[in-house]
């Protein structure tokens, strides 16, 4: 690989953001040797071996997720003889894990396989560290069937150039949470949660004149993937060449009339006194907080703790468990009795528009041969019918083959726990993403990611200046897809 490059590109781009991812993936334009489908997948690499080949895997997940996929990986070590996979959990956020990838790409110590969030997807594109997931499924044809099963909207999210990238996915989406006891109260349907912006402001201001969540029904917290979710939603690109798609982006789209109007009626929100804003610190967890303490109506959150929110609720998930998974430390003797309800991320013109969230899995072309074959059946493995299955039920993610959604097991669930019931309810967003348009593709998301979550912040929690607030945004995301694309010789 060109080390330089390497180093240039990942360093550039740490931090990431926490935890809660959002948007975009997939396609367009740089000059890395990965992008290329051409790259060799060694795929057959493991006939001729007579002693198992060990694979390093690497993520975030932690709690729930870790203790599911750990449970995985020792299914998949049990199944067969030639291949053993050594799961190396890489601290809590996305952010930690490409820190320590860069770390280990510098000094040529890559683990076989990674998951990384999102927003990665252009820069592990033209990293040179990567062996293309198109690569693999064309160099295998026993895995035809798994491509032809993905959702197209995970394909097209992670697809640079036309190639898709990553090997595998960990799908999220959003929803809005939302007080069903309050909306009772307020004389709202509590089996209607608002579908747009616009029903959002008009329930929160039944709520506050029937003196609920009196320091603003709505808690808001200036997170940058919101903004990009709402604006994807109406087809508004943030960054040129077609969201980046069609060729490395040179500048900002992000003055536009639906950034001004959604960052208008935000600010219109708070001074009402109907929402309540939070930074978009990471690790923030005072929206939720407020939720669990009643003291607001609604919030707009990633579907990642679905599991673990129904299970408490329910009373099969502790409060540790909840400080683990979520970072939510629960005051002593607080009882959690609450009618919460969920539906899809309300959009600026109709409910469920947005991108895919969460990470996807990446195949490095670190090691040899025979261990890139490895990381690459356990993958395979990974991405079966079954799997799916499990990793939806018990894990944190959606399922992303069409076969795991149309298991019975898997609908079952759906359709009589809460928690299944609300997996449903994100599925069903996920559907909504247009694979036509899934979002922005930007090299240096990290620089995007601030300029919007700085912007968002001072119409949220600052002078409240939209049009200031905009342009300074603009400018610096402009000068930051100029800066990557001259770092990569586009």
Known sequence: MNR??????????????????????????????????????????????????????????????KRTFEAMVQQYNQSQDKVRVRFEPQGVSFEEVLRKYKLAAED?????????????????????????????????????????????????????DGNLQPVGFDVYTALVFY?????????????????????????????????????????????????EWWLTGVQQAIVNQDNGRKGLATASEFENADTTRLFDFWRGMVTEGLAKPFPGTEGQTNQLFAMATDSASMVVESSAGVNTIAGLLEGTVDPETVKQDLGVELPPGLKLDLDLGVGAYPGIEEPGQGQIGGGAWYLTNGGTKEQQAAAWD????????????????????????????????????????????????????????????????????????????????RVLLGDGQVQPAIDEANGKITAAAEEYRTTVGG
């Open 179 to 227: 007080n069903r006891d309050h909306f009772r109260r307020a004389g709202l349907d509590p089996d209607t949660p608002p579908a747009t912006l616009d029903e959002m402001k008009a329930d929160a201001q039944k709520l506050k004149a029937a003196g609920i969540s009196p320091e603003g029904p709505v808690a808001v917290v200036g997170l940058s993937w919101q903004v």
């Open 4 to 65: 330089r490059l390497t180093r240039v590109l990942l360093a550039s781009l740490v931090p990431l953001a926490l935890l809660v991812a959002a948007c975009g993936g997939g396609g367009g334009g740089g000059d890395g040797a990965s992008s290329d489908a051409g790259a060799a997948c060694p795929v057959d690499a493991l006939k001729d071996v007579t002693q198992p080949v060990e694979v390093t895997v690497w993520s975030n997940f932690t709690a729930l997720s």
């Open 108 to 160: 040529e110590k890559l683990p076989n396989l990674v998951l990384q969030e999102d927003t990665t997807t252009q820069v592990m594109a033209d990293s040179g560290t990567i062996i293309p997931g198109q690569a693999c499924y064309d160099a295998d044809p026993a895995a035809k069937k798994i491509l032809d099963d993905f959702l197209p909207i995970a394909v097209a999210s992670y697809d640079v």
């Open 378 to 457: 356990f993958m395979k493995w990974f991405n079966s019918t079954p799997q799916q299955v499990q990793w939806a039920l018990a894990g944190s993610g959606l399922p992303v083959v069409q076969s795991a959604v149309d298991d019975p097991q898997l609908t079952a669930k759906w359709d009589t726990t809460l928690a299944g019931k609300w997996n449903k309810v994100a599925f069903g967003v996920l559907q909504n993403v247009d694979p036509d348009f899934p979002g922005p593709l930007i090299g240096d998301y990290k620089a995007t990611r601030e300029a919007i979550r700085n912007a968002y912040e």
